[in-house]
T-cell receptor
Framework: DADVTQTPRNRITKTGKRIMLECSQT?????MYWYRQDPGLGLRLIYY???????NKGEISDGYSVSRQAQAKFSLSLESAIPNQTALYFC???????????FGSGTRLTVV | GENVEQHPSTLSVQEGDSAVIKCTYS??????FPWYKQELGKRPQLIID?????GEKKDQRIAVTLNKTAKHFSLHITETQPEDSAVYFC?????????FGPGTRLSVLP
């Protein structure tokens, strides 16, 4: 089945370290997104991309960067991780028009 | 920008009873409203959606109603079962993206 895959599933890293979260999809969707989930705050948009040459900031992009290496791949980087970036991160894909997203399996990141 | 509120934040019902979760939004131009279910430790999954030209949509035990004038929409789950226990998120299409509600934790008690 077509799916959205995230790696790693869990990661513990130290403050100040650089870390990359990866997302790949076989849905064939043009649009890809990175969200952060914190308890009680729902899903907040970090970055999104509508195609390989398109990168856009979301509501909470500070401290993060992204790379759209191919239509099927979208990576999120934390250049210098800090403890308040401890959260559950989801990649999602979508397509133009009124359709919902397909979410990846999530990456639980802990910054100590 | 778009503001999405979701109530209640937690909801406990007895198995077999109905559950209703309501979301309100602020932008009258919004025209697409999906609902996601997130089971513990899993990814959010789309369970039902509604477009602004429709007032109600049903899929077996779940339904969504939309009141565009009042700018609110609701998820209805009938004959609840233990496997309905999860966090439910509403979302509102805003421009090219979505704004999500903060979620409702539904517990179905046996």
């Amino acid at each position: 089945d077509a799916d959205v895959t995230q790696t790693p599933r869990n990661r513990i890293t130290k403050t100040g370290k650089r870390i990359m979260l990866e997302c790949s999809q076989t849905k064939g969707h043009d649009r890809m997104y990175w969200y952060r989930q914190d308890p009680g705050l729902g899903l907040r948009l970090i970055y999104y991309s509508f195609d390989v040459k398109d990168i856009n900031k979301g509501e909470i992009s500070d401290g993060y960067s992204v790379s759209r290496q191919a239509q099927a791949k979208f990576s999120l980087s934390l250049e210098s991780a800090i403890p308040n970036q401890t959260a559950l991160y989801f990649c999602a894909t979508g397509r133009d028009g009124n359709y919902g997203y397909t979410f990846g399996s999530g990456t639980r990141l802990t910054v100590v | 920008g778009e503001n999405v509120e979701q109530h209640p934040s937690t909801l406990s019902v007895q198995e077999g009873d109905s559950a209703v979760i309501k979301c309100t939004y602020s932008d009258s131009a919004s025209n697409y409203f999906p609902w996601y279910k997130q089971e513990l430790g899993k990814r959010p999954q789309l369970i039902i959606d509604i477009r602004s030209n429709v007032g109600e949509k049903k899929d077996q035990r779940i339904a969504v109603t939309l009141n565009k004038t009042a700018k609110h929409f609701s998820l209805h789950i009938t004959e609840t079962q233990p496997e309905d226990s999860a966090v439910y998120f509403c979302a509102v299409r805003y421009g090219q993206n979505f704004v999500f509600g903060p979620g409702t934790r539904l517990s179905v008690l046996p």
